[in-house]
């Protein structure tokens, strides 16, 4: 490889609202934020149901 060649970099598409997360975090669809960690669907469920309800009373 000659020097005046530019290195070949592998980058990733940026989009601002993926955040890298741990497995299993949860995210709200609507503002990004992570409301927490869930192992199940269910608990995957819990969370957005309860951030949609939070959303509303506020």
């Known amino acids: 490889m000659s020097e005046g060649m530019p290195k070949e ?3 990733k ?3 601002s609202n ?5 497995p299993g975090a ?3 669809p ?3 934020t992570v409301l ?3 192992e199940t ?5 819990a969370l ?7 959303r509303k009373a506020a």
Not at 18 to 22: Q, S
Not at 41 to 45: H, I, K, S, T
Not at 48 to 53: D, K, N, R, S, V
């Open 18 to 22: 993926v955040v890298e997360l741990r």
């Open 36 to 38: 927490g960690y869930a």
């Open 48 to 54: 957005l149901t309860q951030a949609a309800e939070d």
């Open 30 to 32: 609507t503002t990004g």
């Open 41 to 45: 669907p269910e608990q995957v469920a």
């Open 9 to 11: 970099e592998v980058k």
């Open 13 to 15: 598409p940026m989009q």
């Open 26 to 28: 949860v995210q709200d």
